[in-house]
T-cell receptor
Framework: KQEVTQIPAALSVPEGENLVLNCSFTDSAIYNLQWFRQDPGKGLTSLLLIQSSQREQTSGRLNASLDKSSGRSTLYIAASQPGDSATYLCAAPEGGGSNYKLTFGKGTLLTVNP | ETGVTQSPTHLIKTRGQQVTLRCSSQSGHNTVSWYQQALGQGPQFIFQYYREEENGRGNFPPRFSGLQFPNYSSELNVNALELDDSALYLC??????????????FGPGTRLTVL
């Protein structure tokens, strides 16, 4: 059974700071991992999808890494902005093969202060 | 290309009632998954529908049921509502080709409050 843990649960930083969000998962037989953003009361926006054959994926100021052997993924946000304030969720598929079921962490609530 | 849409946006029901939530999948997608997100928690997988059949189910009781229609839209039905059913219900669509499934794209969710 896949379990996903995210650390820290909450993070408050001043604008412009670089930051790292951490995600760990128990079942390393995954073939991808996704990072999502969720604004209060809203749905999920997919940020990055890392295939197991990749070690990193980048989109703008976001960079996600995946280390299957250690069961860890990190989301790096460069030069944070107040608009980055949201909850960030990572999700791993249950076991190998089809990712028909995503298991989510509880998320990291990020606040970027102007 | 239209994204995933869900209706209604908000819903208030009382204990014991039944509710139906609706989801229209993204164009070209054949698979719909439903998730329940309680306040302060990550989404929990309820079930997935592929080609109008249930393709996997999470740890939810049988009073949670679903349908997928030929146009790949989907419904989530919950009978005998309980207070703990209050949550944000998220629908995600994806394209399943063979044994693997592509990225899931989420809708805006339906906020259900049970009084």
């Amino acid at each position: 059974k896949q379990e996903v843990t995210q650390i820290p649960a909450a993070l408050s930083v001043p604008e412009g700071e670089n930051l790292v969000l951490n995600c760990s998962f128990t079942d390393s037989a995954i073939y991808n991992l996704q990072w999502f953003r969720q604004d209060p009361g809203k749905g999920l926006t997919s940020l990055l999808l890392i295939q197991s054959s990749q070690r990193e994926q980048t989109s703008g100021r976001l960079n996600a890494s995946l280390d299957k052997s250690s069961g860890r993924s990190t989301l790096y946000i460069a030069a944070s902005q107040p608009g980055d304030s949201a909850t960030y969720l990572c999700a791993a598929p249950e076991g190998g093969g089809s990712n028909y079921k995503l298991t989510f962490g509880k998320g990291t609530l990020l606040t970027v202060n102007p | 290309e239209t994204g995933v849409t869900q209706s209604p946006t908000h819903l208030i029901k009382t204990r014991g009632q039944q509710v139906t939530l609706r989801c229209s999948s993204q164009s070209g997608h054949n698979t719909v998954s439903w998730y329940q997100q309680a306040l302060g928690q990550g989404p929990q997988f309820i079930f997935q529908y592929y080609r109008e059949e249930e393709n996997g189910r999470g740890n939810f009781p049988p009073r949670f049921s679903g349908l997928q229609f030929p146009n790949y839209s989907s419904e989530l039905n919950v009978n005998a509502l309980e207070l703990d059913d209050s949550a944000l219900y998220l629908c995600a669509s994806s394209l399943k080709t063979g044994p693997s499934t592509d990225t899931q794209y989420f809708g805006p969710g339906t906020r259900l409050t049970v009084l």
